[in-house]
C-alpha cells in the first residue's frame, strides 16, 4: 500500500509541476500578448491607408498621363502640375505612414525578444526543476527500487514517470534553442527595420523639398507665361528650337571631336579612367531618365537625362575626367550647357547651367568645378522653359544617351 501511495505521490508531483509550470509562463506573457495584439491591430489599419494612398497615386499618374496626351495647352500643362502637386503630397503621406508603420514594427519586434526573453527564463527554470526531480529519483539505485516494490509492474510503473521527466528535460532543452533562435532572429529584423526607418526618415526629407519644387514649377509656368495661352505658345516654341538645336548640336560634335582627338598623337582620353561620380552632391531627382511622369514628355519627347534638384549657383564638377567638347553660353536666358567628351566611349552634357570655368578644347580631372547649376526662370542658362533650379544631366555611351544612375555610385 506504501509503495502505491508512493508511485501515485511521484505521478502527481510531477503532472502538478508541469502544469504549474505552464500556468506560471502563460501569466507572464499575458500582458505582453496583449501589446503585441494590440500592435498588430494598428499595423494592419497603416497597411489599410497604405493601400488606399497607394490606389490615389495611381490614378494621378493617370491622370497626369491622360493630360498629357491632351491637347497642349496652358491649361492641360498646369493641370498636369497640379497632379504632380498632388501625387507629391501624397508620396509624403505614404512615407509618412511608412515611418509609423516601422516604428510599430521595431516596438512589435521589442516586445516579441522580451516575451521570449521571459519565455527563456521560465524554460531555465522549468528544466532546473526537472533535474532535481531526476535527480532525486537517482538517489536510489535500480536494485533498491526493486527491492521496495511488490512487483515489476510497480517498478515499471514509477519507472515510466521518470521516463515522462526525463522527456520533458528534453523537450525543454528544444524549446530553449528555439526560443534562442527566434530571438536571433528578431533582433536582425529590429536592425533592418531601424536602418530602413533612417532610410525613410532621409526619404521623407526629400519628397517634402520635392512638393516645395513641384508648387514652385506651377508658379513658375504661371508667372512665365502671364496666364495666357498665347504667352505659352510662343514659349513652348521658343522650347523646342532650343532643344532640337542643342540635340543636333551635342549629335555632330561628338562624332566630329572624336575624330580629330583619335588623329592626335597622345590622345589623353586613352589614359583616363571613365569611372562617373556625382557632378553635384547627391540629390533628390525630379525626372528620372526617360521619366514616364516628365511634364513635358509628349511637347519636348522622352527625357533623355536626370534632372537633380539643386539651389540656383551650385557649384557643377566634372563627373569624370575629359576633354571639353562644347561650352554653350552666352549669358543670357538661352538654354545653356556644357559637354564632356570622356573615355571608353562616354560623354556627359550638363544642362541649364548659370555659369561656366572651362572653356572648349581643354582638358579637365574629375571633380574639378567647371561652372554652376541654373534653371531658375528667367536667370542666365535656364532657357526659355525651365520650371525650377536644377541640373540636366546626360550621360551617352556612343552618342545615344543612356541612364546616368547605372553608371552612378
Known sequence: MIKVFRTTLLALLVLSFLACSGQVMAESNYEINADIQLLNNQLQNKQKQLSQ???????????IEKYQHSQVTLESQLAILENRVTKAGLDIAETELGIDQSNLEIRKLGL??????????????????????????????????????????????????????????GNSLDDLRRY??????????????????????????????ALVYEENSKNNVLAATEAKESQYQTLLTQAKQEQTQATAEIN??????????????????????????WPIPENYITATFHDPGYPFRH?????????????????????????VAKVRYDGTRRYAYIMLIHADGFSTVYGHVSKVNVSTDQYVLQGQVIGATGGAPGTPGSGYFSTGPHLHFEIRKEGIPVNPLNHLP
Open 112 to 169: 516579441d525578444i522580451q516575451a521570449k526573453d521571459k519565455e527563456i527564463e521560465n524554460e531555465k527554470d522549468h528544466l532546473g526543476n526537472l533535474l532535481q526531480l531526476v535527480y532525486k529519483q537517482n538517489q536510489v539505485s535500480t536494485l533498491e527500487i526493486l527491492l521496495l516494490h511488490d512487483s515489476l509492474a510497480e517498478f515499471l510503473n514509477e519507472a515510466r514517470y521518470l521516463e515522462d521527466t526525463n522527456e520533458e528535460i
Open 53 to 63: 494612398i497607394r490606389e490615389e497615386q495611381k490614378q494621378y499618374n493617370e491622370l
Open 299 to 323: 511637347i519636348l519627347g522622352e527625357h533623355p537625362a536626370i534632372d537633380i534638384r539643386s539651389s540656383q549657383g551650385s557649384t557643377l564638377r566634372a563627373a569624370a575626367s575629359g576633354y
Open 252 to 277: 555632330s560634335i561628338e562624332s566630329t571631336v572624336r575624330q580629330r582627338l583619335a588623329q592626335l598623337e597622345g590622345n589623353k582620353l586613352e589614359f583616363l579612367d571613365s569611372d562617373f561620380a
Open 180 to 209: 534562442k533562435s527566434i530571438i536571433e532572429q528578431d533582433q536582425q529584423r529590429k536592425v533592418k527595420k531601424s536602418e530602413e526607418l533612417t532610410t525613410l526618415k532621409d526619404s521623407l526629407e526629400r519628397k517634402r523639398d
